[in-house]
DNA sequence: ATTAGGCGATTTTTT
DNA sequence: ATCGCCTAAT
C-alpha cells in the first residue's frame, strides 16, 4: 500500500498506531476522513479480518463515502465492516439480539415526532395538561435524563420540582406503552444496548471478541451513553480509536458531553495522543479568521492551527437591509464569484443557524434561475402524507404499534372518531390486545355505532389480507397496492388543490423510494426500509452530482467543505441563537458553530446580517453579530449591499400600525408603510448623546424610554422601553430614533 | 357522533 | 405548514 508518501508524519503516526487507545485531535480540514480511510485500510492489509472493525460515523454519509475509499484500496473485503452511525449500527445489533430484552425482531424506531404523539397520549390518559407542561420538553428533559443513564425510579426520586415530579411520571408510562407497542425511541438504541451488554455476560464478550478494532469519528459530539456503551466494547482488546476535535462540538443539546474526552484519558491512562494541525483545506484569511474567533472560548484545547495555502481572498461582510436584500446580495455575488473564478453553482454552500432562514434565500435564488438542493427543512420523510403511508406500512410490520394504528384509524376519514377509538382503546386494554387486534373484535366492542363496527372491522380486515400478500409479492408491489386500497392519490387527485397535487407526488416518491429501496438490496425487507428512512438524514442522501447551490444548516455543514461558503444570518440573537440573555457555555456553542462554517470554505467566504428580519412573526430589528468583531478586521472587506434588482421580491414589508403584532405573510398585502430597499440614511443620528432616561420616538414603534446604551460608533446599540409595544433591542444606527 | 372549517399558537440546532 | 381547539353542520 502507498500510503506513505501521501499523508505527513502525524497522519503517518494516528494510521500506524493500531494498538491500544489513541486519540487523535484534528483540527478542521486536517485529513481525518484520509486518516481514518488508511487506518481501516492498514489494519485490513496487516491481516485484520473486516468484520473484526467496527468504525462509527456521525452521519451515514460519511460512513459510505469511507467505505467506499476504502473499498478502492482492499477492494470487496471492506464488505463486511461495520461502518455507521452509533444509531444504525445499534439498531442492527438490536434486530439479531433484542428478543434477549423481550422485544420482537420488527420492533419500530419512534422517531422525534412519533415520541411527542407517544407523550401526548400519555399525559391525556394521567390527567396532565398539555398546556402547562410542553409535550416537547418532556421529551427533551426524559431523553437527557436518558442519555445521562439515569433511570426513571432514580429521576423520580430526585425530582426537585413539579415539573420533574410529572415528567417522571410521564416517563414511566412512556415507558411501558414503548414496550407495549413494541417500539423503542432514538435513545433507546443506545440503551438497550447498553442493557443488553451489561445484562449478558455471554454475548458482552462475544461482541468484544467480535469487535477488536473499533474507530470513532467525530468523538466530540458523542453522550454518556455512546461513551459508556463503547467502552464496554473496547475494555476487553482495548483497542480503540476515537477522532475528534473539541473545537468543533456544536451538540450539546443532544447531550454531546466534552467529558467524554477528558474521561477517556482518566479511562485509558496509556492514551496515545496525537495532534493533526496542518489545514489542507482553507487559504491562511479564513483559517486566521476561524482560529480568531475560537480563541474567545475558554473550553477548549488549545491548538495551533497552520497551513501551506496561499493567502486567499478577504472575507467579505455584507451588510443588507432586510432578508429579501439578503438573498438578492448573495445571489449577486454568486454571479460575480462564479464569472471571475469560473465556478460551477456546485461548488457553492448558503448556510444558516435555523431552517426557517431557507425561504428567503429560496425565493431569492428561484427567482434568479439559480438551481438549489436544500438539505433538512421539513425533510420529506416527516412530511405528513409520507409519515401516514410509513405508519400503515409500520402497523403491518409491527402489528403492536398502537400509535402507528391512531395515526391511521381514521386516515383517510373513515367515520371512526374519537368516541370510537376511546371504547376501542378501553377493550384493548381490558382484554391486554393491541390496538389492532383488538379491531378485529369490533363486532364484541359495545358503545360504538354498527357503521363504526363495520369500518373497523374493515380495517382489520385489510390489514390481515395485506399481512397475507406480504408473503407473496414484493415489498414495491405490495405497497402500490396498499396505497392504492387506502385511497388516498385519489383523494389528492380529485381535490386537485397544488397543495394536493403536491402530497400526491410525495406519495408516489416514497413508492418509488421502496422500489429503488428494494432493487439495490435484493433481500431487503419492509423492515430494513422503515428503519432506513428513520435514521437516514438529509445529509445522508445528499449528493453533489447535481449542479447546484446547497443550502443547509450549519450543523449540517458539519464534515462538507465547499469552495465558496455564505453564511447569513449573523445577527445577536440569530447567530449566536438566544432568547434571553446567553450565559457562556451557549455563547461558546454557538461560536463553535460558526467555527465549524468558518472552516467548510476552501477558498472564498461570505458574511452577512440584515438591520431588519421577520421573526417569529414579528418585525424585528438586528443588531449585527458580536462574532463579526471578534474575526480580524484586517481580514475583512464590509460591502453595503444595493441588490435591488436581484432580490425575490422589492422588499416591501407591511407594518400596519404603532402595534407589531404578528402578523401572517397572507395577511400583508394590504395597507400603509411599507420599508423600501432603498438605503436608509445614515443620518449621523448615532453622534448625538443618547444615555439611559432619554425619551425618544421611533417611526413604528412610537415613543419610549432609553434603558441601557451599549456599544460605540457603528455598533452603538440601545434597549429602549416603548409605551406601546414594550421593550426593543435596537441598534441606533439604523433605528433612526428622535430625541423627543 | 363525526366532520369541516376557522382561528390561534407555535418554530434552534438532529439521530 | 401543522396541530389542537372551537363551533356549526350533517
Redesign the pocket.
Known amino acids: 500500500m502507498s500510503f506513505v508518501d501521501q499523508v505527513n508524519p502525524k497522519q503517518l503516526e494516528a494510521i500506524k498506531a493500531v494498538q491500544g487507545p489513541v486519540m487523535v485531535i484534528a483540527g478542521p480540514g486536517s485529513g481525518k476522513t484520509r486518516v481514518l480511510t488508511f487506518r481501516i485500510a492498514h489494519l485490513i492489509n496487516i491481516g485484520v479480518p473486516a468484520y473484526q472493525i467496527l468504525a462509527l460515523t456521525f ?1 451515514n454519509k460519511a460512513a459510505s463515502e469511507m467505505r467506499e475509499r476504502v473499498t478502492k484500496i482492499v477492494g470487496d473485503k471492506s464488505k463486511s465492516l461495520w461502518m455507521g ?1 452509533f ?2 449500527i445499534f439498531a442492527r445489533l438490536l434486530r439479531v439480539e433484542c428478543e434477549k430484552l423481550g422485544y420482537g425482531k420488527n420492533f419500530s424506531i419512534y ?2 415526532q412519533d415520541s411527542i ?1 407517544l407523550i ?1 397520549n400519555v399525559m391525556n390518559d394521567l390527567g396532565v395538561p ?1 398546556q402547562n407542561y ?1 409535550p ?1 420538553s418532556v421529551l427533551s428533559r426524559i431523553s437527557g435524563a436518558k442519555n445521562q443513564l439515569i433511570t426513571p425510579e432514580v429521576y423520580q426520586e430526585q425530582a426537585a420540582d413539579i415539573f420533574e415530579e410529572k415528567t417522571g411520571l410521564i416517563w414511566n408510562e412512556y415507558r411501558k406503552r414503548l414496550k407495549q407497542n413494541n417500539g423503542m425511541d ?1 435513545d433507546d438504541l443506545l440503551l438497550k444496548p447498553i442493557d443488553l451488554l451489561t445484562q449478558h455476560k455471554k454475548i458482552l464478550e462475544h461482541y468484544q471478541d467480535r469487535f477488536k478494532f473499533i474507530l470513532i469519528d467525530e468523538y466530540q459530539d458523542t453522550n454518556h451513553a455512546q461513551y459508556v456503551l463503547v467502552n464496554l466494547l473496547a475494555q476487553k482488546n482495548r483497542n480503540i480509536c476515537v477522532v475528534g476535535d473539541d473545537a468543533q462540538s456544536i451538540y450539546a ?2 447531550g454531546a458531553d466534552i467529558r467524554n474526552i477528558l474521561e477517556f484519558e482518566r479511562n485509558y491512562p496509556d492514551l496515545k495522543i496525537i495532534r493533526l494541525e496542518q489545514n489542507y483545506r482553507s487559504t491562511k484569511i479564513i483559517l486566521k479568521a476561524a482560529d480568531g474567533l475560537i480563541k474567545n472560548n475558554v473550553d477548549q484545547i488549545p491548538k495551533d492551527l497552520w497551513t501551506e495555502n496561499d493567502d486567499g481572498a478577504k472575507i467579505t461582510v455584507l451588510h443588507c437591509n432586510d432578508d429579501a436584500d439578503e438573498g438578492g446580495s448573495i445571489v449577486k455575488s454568486i454571479f460575480e464569484e462564479s464569472g471571475k473564478h469560473k465556478l460551477q453553482f456546485k461548488e457553492f454552500a448558503i448556510m444558516y ?4 432562514q431557507s425561504r428567503s434565500l429560496e425565493d431569492a435564488l428561484r427567482k434568479n434561475s439559480i438551481p438549489y438542493s436544500i438539505i ?1 427543512g ?1 425533510e420529506f420523510y416527516l ?2 402524507e409520507v409519515k401516514d403511508v410509513l405508519a400503515y406500512l409500520r402497523l403491518l410490520v409491527n402489528p403492536a404499534d398502537n400509535e402507528s394504528f391512531r395515526r391511521i384509524v ?1 386516515y383517510p ?8 377509538v376511546d371504547h376501542l382503546k378501553k377493550f384493548a386494554v381490558s382484554n391486554s390486545l393491541g390496538f389492532l387486534e383488538a379491531a378485529a373484535h369490533a363486532p364484541e366492542i359495545s358503545g360504538i ?1 354498527a357503521k ?1 363496527k363495520n369500518a373497523i372491522a374493515a380495517l382489520a380486515a385489510m390489514f390481515t389480507k395485506y399481512q397475507r400478500l406480504r408473503g407473496e409479492m414484493s415489498i414495491s408491489e405490495m405497497s402500490r397496492a396498499l396505497v392504492d386500497e387506502i385511497g388516498i392519490l385519489h383523494i389528492f387527485k380529485d381535490e386537485g388543490t397544488p397543495e394536493a397535487i403536491a402530497r400526491w407526488e410525495n406519495v408516489q416518491e416514497l413508492l418509488s423510494a421502496i422500489t429503488e429501496f428494494s432493487e439495490q438490496n435484493a433481500e431487503a425487507t419492509l423492515e430494513d426500509f422503515l428503519q432506513d428512512v428513520t ?1 437516514v ?1 438529509d ?1 445522508d442522501r445528499w449528493e453533489d452530482k447535481f449542479n447546484s447551490v446547497t443550502l443547509m ?1 450549519l ?2 455543514a458539519k464534515g462538507l467543505e465547499f469552495p465558496v461558503v455564505f453564511i447569513a444570518g449573523l445577527e445577536e440573537g440569530l447567530l449566536p ?1 438566544y432568547s434571553a440573555e446567553p450565559d457562556r457555555k451557549t455563547l461558546e456553542e454557538e461560536r463553535r458553530l460558526l467555527y465549524v462554517g468558518l472552516t467548510r470554505a476552501k477558498k472564498i467566504l461570505f458574511l452577512s446580517h440584515v438591520r431588519i428580519r421577520f421573526r ?2 414579528e418585525m424585528s430589528y438586528q443588531s449585527p453579530s458580536r462574532f463579526i468583531d471578534e474575526i480580524d478586521s484586517s481580514l475583512i472587506e464590509t460591502r453595503r449591499s444595493i441588490a435591488k434588482h436581484y432580490a425575490a421580491e422589492p422588499a416591501k414589508r407591511k407594518i400596519a400600525d404603532s402595534s407589531v403584532k ?1 402578523r401572517r405573510m397572507k395577511k400583508e398585502k394590504s395597507e400603509s408603510h411599507y420599508f423600501t430597499d432603498e438605503q436608509p440614511d445614515y443620518d449621523g443620528q448615532s453622534d448625538e448623546m443618547l444615555s439611559e432616561g432619554t425619551v425618544v420616538e421611533h417611526e413604528i414603534f412610537g415613543k419610549g424610554k432609553i434603558v441601557r446604551v451599549s456599544g460605540s460608533g457603528d455598533s452603538q446599540k440601545a434597549v429602549v422601553e416603548f409605551y406601546d409595544v414594550g421593550r426593543k433591542n435596537l441598534m441606533l444606527k439604523y433605528a433612526r430614533l428622535k430625541i423627543v
Do not use: Q
Open positions: 452521519t452511525t444509531h444504525s422517531d422525534t404523539s401526548k398539555s410542553n416537547r432514538f443539546f443532544r443557524r435555523t431552517n426557517a433538512g421539513v412530511r405528513k381514521n376519514s373513515r367515520g371512526i372518531g374519537a368516541v370510537a355505532s363504526g435514521l438524514s445529509v444548516t450543523h449540517s441563537f417569529f412573526g404578528a
